[in-house]
């Protein structure tokens, strides 16, 4: 898969010159995916790993190159990921309906399974400041073949879940969401932000992104409406060292306060799945292309 070199978008910076660097441009890096999601820096190898879905494939970029590469194919229809405190990737499974950690030796199960019922399809996933790992659960991986299995839900709802691998402990975090799907903590790790994809379902769908109060024994509590998001939905998101919410939308990245209010927009010319931080850079997937663009933020 070629590299495709930088792109200029008109319009890029509209009120973002705050947020990103004075001559930053949204670069191409790759082309091809039927649908791009899932994307994590790895700092060890100096590479971005991301997942095009519906061809069940895992990629990786590497800068230092331009090169794209495959990293995986026949990969269970695997969706977002992040890494864990020693640095492995854990990522979600369509096609297992598993969370799972990757290593050089081989993928192995971290959780497929709540109260004794199969989980629905974990989509994306966070390790807690309290070293747990959060996954959403909504239903996209068993709702047809394209990423991954069609096949029933089990436990009868969508929830967000926290799993403690000290003590084998699953626990449903979030039940009142229709599709969550998007996760990340506050920098203080006392804020829950969960994207709702929804927006196509009947008759309650949203499109907005919801905030809960974590408190220290790992429940949420006062979930609220913290934004909506359009056009399209928020998918995947992620939170800089100030606590500003960088989310997909249908029309590129937007930027919001902790407050909810909306700072700005990276503009991308198809629909956004999802964003990471990686160096000084902030790389996109979106649902055909990855995107790569120089931000000046702290990030995490
Ligand atoms: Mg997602």
Known sequence: MPATGTAEIPGILRHMAALTAPSSKLETLATGTRWGEGPAWLPAAGRLRWSDIPNDRILEYAPDTGRTTVHRTEAGFVNGRTLDAAGAVVHCSHGRRAVERETATGVATI??????????????????????????????????????????????????????????????????????????????????????????????????????????????????????????????????????????????VQVLGPDGARLGEIPVPEVVSNVCFGGPDLYITGATRLYRIRIRVPRR
């Open 111 to 252: 959780v497929d399974t709540w109260d004794g019922k199969r989980l629905n399809s974990p989509n994306d996933v966070v390790v807690g400041p309290d070293g747990a790992i959060w996954f959403t659960d909504p239903p996209y991986g068993i709702l047809s073949d394209r990423q991954g299995h069609v096949a029933e839900p089990e436990y009868g709802g969508c929830y967000v879940f926290r799993h403690d691998e000290r003590t084998g402990r699953t626990t449903p975090v979030v039940t009142d969401m229709v599709h969550p799907n998007g996760l990340a903590f506050s920098p203080d790790g006392r804020t829950l932000y969960v994207s709702d994809t929804s927006v196509l379902h009947r008759p309650a769908g949203h499109h907005h992104i919801r905030a809960y109060d974590v408190t220290p024994d790992g429940t949420c509590e006062r979930g609220r409406v913290l934004a909506e998001i359009s056009p399209g939905c928020p998918d995947g998101l992620r939170v800089d060292e100030e606590g500003r919410i960088w989310t997909s939308s249908g029309s590129g």
